[in-house]
Structure formats: C-alpha cells, structure tokens
C-alpha cells in the first residue's frame, strides 16, 4: 500500500547498519488539504477536502472524525465575532504496528490554518520573483530527494534579509550520513538560492505595512520527476528532520509543524486562525 524509496549505494557495515535503522524508523505521509468553516463561537461547522475522490476512503474517514473537535479563537471583526474561512492542509503520517499483518497506524501530524493567498492582497507579502533552485548534481546522482520548508525573513526593500532552513524532510532514505549529507546540500541549496535571487513585494496598505520586516514561509521541493508531494492521495516515504527556528520567528502555533505546507507555495509566519485545541487522530 505504501510505496517507499530507498537509496541503493554500496556501504560499509556500520552505514548498512546505519540505513537498516533509519528504513526500521521511516514513515509514509500525506498531505490532505481543504477548508474548513469557523462558527462565531470558534468552532469548525463546515469543511470540504480537495478531491476527495483522490483520497483512500480511511483518510477521510481520519480527518472528518478530527475536525469536529477543533476549537480555534473566534474571528474579531471591530471586536464582535464573524463567520470565517480557512484553508486548510493536515499531515497524516502513518507508520507500521509491528504486528506482523501488514497494518499501518495512522495519526494526524500537524495542520495549518490560514488564508487563500492573493497577488492583489496589498496587505501582506507578495511573491516578485521567487527563482528555483537548480538541483544539487551530487545529490541527484544518488537518488536524494526531499522539501527544505525555508523561513524568510523580508526586508523593506522586498529582499531576503536573512533565510534559515526551518526543517529538511527526505523522501528518500540511507544511512544516517547520507541523510545528513542529502539534508545539509538540499538546505544549502535552497538558502543560497533564495538569499541571491529572491524578491518579494512588501505590503502597502494595511496594519502589517509599518513594520521593518516581514517573515515568510516557502516549502522548496528537491526530486526527481513530477511524483511526490504533487500526488494528491498518495503515500510518499517520511524521514523528518529536526526543526530550528531563529531568534527573528516567532513560536510556532498550536498543532503546527512547517512539513504542513504545500510546496511551491508562499504563507504569512502568522495566522489570525488560532487553534486552541490539540489534534487528535
């Protein structure tokens, strides 16, 4: 049910070793996004998933039985609640039991809830030029592939000044040293590109437009042909990396985990969609 890529390389005995472990604690993800309606009283009334004829029947079931419980901060406008929408995007990640049948345990990772985002939204940051990164040679070569979820933090003048690769995810699994050296080229990569290339359009109007900078977030994916992430109901191989945050981001949300975001897309570090409850699933 889960297709899972590995790299094939020749290893010493601790690195075979090594890539055993890390294949023993690899995981399968998904990505499932949607939007979810917010009563006055904050509480999810409605929702709708992105082609749900693409998603396995216990992935719905999954997130339609978590939803309900959500309970976010109601939505002020001029200080009296108003219904809302959210976009919506969850990570479900599912791992083996152990059993011996072939079963997968199923949890909700983490989900982000914020706004459609809009080229004509003069009161947040745009994207100007957002250039891709040119693969890594070395890294292709061997079969390495995964998303660098970036953090940039934007100048007045709409360039980076300063980018930190919040989290590495591979989809593609070794030994810890490949891992290792896969994640810090992928970042590499990724940081360098955007901090050389990289223009944005502040906003201009709004309450957001007198600050001395502005903080992003923009998922930078690495592989090798047009699967993965782009796969709407599909599972894709999960090997985390550890999240670093720097002193100019602020803390991350309830429930929130930057592998919750699309790549390719652009989002505000913050979001008037509060969660206050824990996600369960």
């Known amino acids: ?13 601790a690195d075979a070793q090594n890539a055993r472990q890390a294949r023993q604690q690899v995981e399968a993800s998904m990505l499932v996004t949607g939007h979810v309606d917010i009563d006055r009283d904050g509480r999810v009334s409605a929702h709708v998933l992105d082609r749900p004829d693409k998603l396995p029947p216990y992935v719905i079931d999954l997130v339609e039985r978590a939803l309900p419980a959500l309970r976010f901060e109601p939505i002020l406008v001029d200080g009296a609640p108003v219904l809302a929408r959210a976009k919506m995007s969850i990570r479900l990640v599912a791992k083996p039991t152990g059993d011996g049948d072939g079963n997968m345990q199923l949890r909700i990772a983490g989900a982000h ?19 891709p990164p040119r693969y890594p040679m070395n890294i292709a070569q061997i079969g390495g592939k995964g998303t660098v979820y970036l953090l940039v933090q934007v100048g007045r003048d709409g360039r980076p000044m300063d980018v930190v690769a919040e989290q590495v995810n591979l989809t593609a699994v070794g030994s ?10 992928l ?7 955007a901090r050389k290339h990289w223009v944005f359009t502040p906003p201009d109007a709004g309450e957001a437009a007198g600050r001395d900078y502005w903080v992003v977030r923009v998922p930078v994916d690495f592989r090798l042909d047009n699967s993965g992430e782009t796969a709407h109901g599909k599972w894709i191989a999960y090997h985390p990396g550890p999240v670093q945050r720097p002193a100019w981001a602020a803390p991350a949300p309830l429930g929130f985990s930057p592998d919750t975001l699309v790549a390719g897309g652009m ?15």
């Open 113 to 131: 809830f914020g706004e459609e985002y809009s080229d004509s939204d003069r009161t947040s940051v745009r994207r100007s030029n957002l250039r």
């Open 267 to 281: 989002t505000p570090e913050s979001s008037r969609f509060k969660l206050l409850t824990a996600l369960e699933g």
């Open 187 to 193: 970042a590499k990569t990724a940081v360098d590109n």
């Open 1 to 13: 049910m889960l297709g899972i890529a590995f790299l094939a390389a020749a290893a010493p005995v």
């Open 176 to 185: 810890a040293r490949e891992m290792e050296m896969i994640r810090t080229a």
